[in-house]
C-alpha cells in the first residue's frame, strides 16, 4: 500500500503541477467576491425560475399533442392534424433543451461552489503540494477532489498498472496564446484527457 500510493501520489502531482486548466481553476476559486458570489446565487434562482415555467410548457405542450393524436383517431383527412402534431413536437423538443440547458448552468454553479470549498480548505498548501506535510487522510481528500476513479490491473507477480480517471481533463492539456507575440490578447485552454495509466512494481512479492 505505501508503495501504492507514492506512486498515485507523485503521478498525480505531476499531472497537476504541469496543468493549465488545473492552475486557472486554482486561480478562478480565488476570484469570487461576496458581489460575485451573490450574482450566482441570483442566476441559479432565476434558472429555477425559468425551469418551472418551461416545465410547466411542457405539460400543456404534451397535453395538446396527446388531445391532438385522439382527434387523429376520429378524422379521415390527417393530413391538418398531423401537421400541428408535428409543430407542437418540435416546441415540446426546444423546451426539453431549453430545460437541459438551464440544468446545466445551475450544475456548474454548484461545481464551482463545491472546487472553491475543497481549495479553501488546503489553503496555501495547495500551492506546493510536494513541500506540503499531508497526512494520509489530507492527501485522499485532496485526491478525491481532483480524481474520479483509480483502478489497479496485475500485469505480473510484482509488476501493476494503474488507471486513473481525472474528473477534469487535465492530463496534458494545453495553453494556446492567440497572438505569441502580443500576450496582452489572452489565451485559450485546450482540455488535455481526463484519464492515463501509469505502471509500476508496487510489491516486493515474487
Same mark, same amino acid.
Given at each position: 500500500?505505501?508503495?501504492?500510493?507514492?506512486?498515485?501520489?507523485?503521478?498525480?502531482?505531476?499531472?497537476?503541477?504541469?496543468?493549465? &486548466?488545473?492552475? =486557472?481553476?486554482? %486561480? /478562478?476559486?480565488?476570484?469570487?467576491?461576496? #458581489? $460575485?458570489? +451573490?450574482?450566482?446565487? !441570483?442566476?441559479?434562482?432565476?434558472?429555477?425560475?425559468?425551469?418551472?415555467?418551461?416545465?410547466?410548457?411542457?405539460?400543456?405542450?404534451?397535453?395538446?399533442?396527446?388531445?391532438?393524436?385522439?382527434?387523429? &383517431?376520429?378524422? =379521415?383527412?390527417? %393530413? /391538418?392534424?398531423?401537421?400541428?402534431?408535428? #409543430? $407542437?413536437? +418540435?416546441?415540446?423538443? !426546444?423546451?426539453?433543451?431549453?430545460?437541459?440547458?438551464?440544468?446545466?448552468?445551475?450544475?456548474?454553479?454548484?461545481?464551482?461552489?463545491?472546487?472553491?470549498?475543497?481549495?479553501?480548505?488546503?489553503?496555501?498548501?495547495?500551492?506546493?503540494?510536494? %513541500?506540503?506535510?499531508?497526512?494520509?487522510?489530507?492527501?485522499?481528500?485532496?485526491?478525491?477532489?481532483?480524481?474520479?476513479?483509480?483502478?489497479?490491473?496485475?500485469?505480473?507477480?510484482?509488476?501493476?498498472?494503474?488507471?486513473?480517471?481525472?474528473?477534469?481533463?487535465?492530463?496534458?492539456?494545453?495553453?494556446?496564446?492567440?497572438?505569441?507575440?502580443? %500576450?496582452?490578447?489572452?489565451?485559450?485552454?485546450?482540455?488535455?484527457?481526463?484519464?492515463?495509466?501509469?505502471?509500476?512494481?508496487?510489491?516486493?512479492?515474487?
Amino acid at each position: 500500500m505505501d508503495l501504492t500510493d507514492d506512486l498515485v501520489w507523485n503521478n498525480i502531482i505531476d499531472v497537476l503541477e504541469k496543468s493549465n &486548466l488545473y492552475r =486557472e481553476k486554482v %486561480k /478562478q476559486s480565488l476570484l469570487p467576491s461576496n #458581489e $460575485l458570489m +451573490k450574482e450566482k446565487k !441570483e442566476n441559479v434562482e432565476r434558472n429555477n425560475k425559468r425551469i418551472r415555467k418551461l416545465k410547466i410548457e411542457l405539460d400543456k405542450i404534451e397535453d395538446a399533442i396527446t388531445k391532438q393524436q385522439t382527434t387523429r &383517431l376520429l378524422v =379521415e383527412n390527417t %393530413k /391538418q392534424i398531423d401537421g400541428v402534431i408535428k #409543430e $407542437l413536437d +418540435k416546441r415540446r423538443i !426546444e423546451t426539453l433543451s431549453g430545460i437541459e440547458t438551464l440544468t446545466e448552468e445551475n450544475q456548474t454553479n454548484v461545481k464551482v461552489d463545491e472546487w472553491i470549498d475543497w481549495y479553501k480548505s488546503f489553503g496555501d498548501k495547495i500551492n506546493d503540494l510536494r %513541500k506540503a506535510n499531508l497526512s494520509i487522510e489530507e492527501k485522499n481528500q485532496y485526491i478525491t477532489g481532483v480524481v474520479k476513479s483509480i483502478e489497479v490491473i496485475e500485469k505480473s507477480g510484482t509488476e501493476h498498472e494503474l488507471r486513473i480517471e481525472y474528473r477534469e481533463p487535465f492530463v496534458g492539456d494545453k495553453l494556446v496564446w492567440n497572438n505569441v507575440k502580443k %500576450k496582452s490578447l489572452g489565451y485559450k485552454l485546450k482540455n488535455g484527457r481526463k484519464k492515463m495509466t501509469v505502471n509500476g512494481v508496487l510489491t516486493s512479492k515474487k
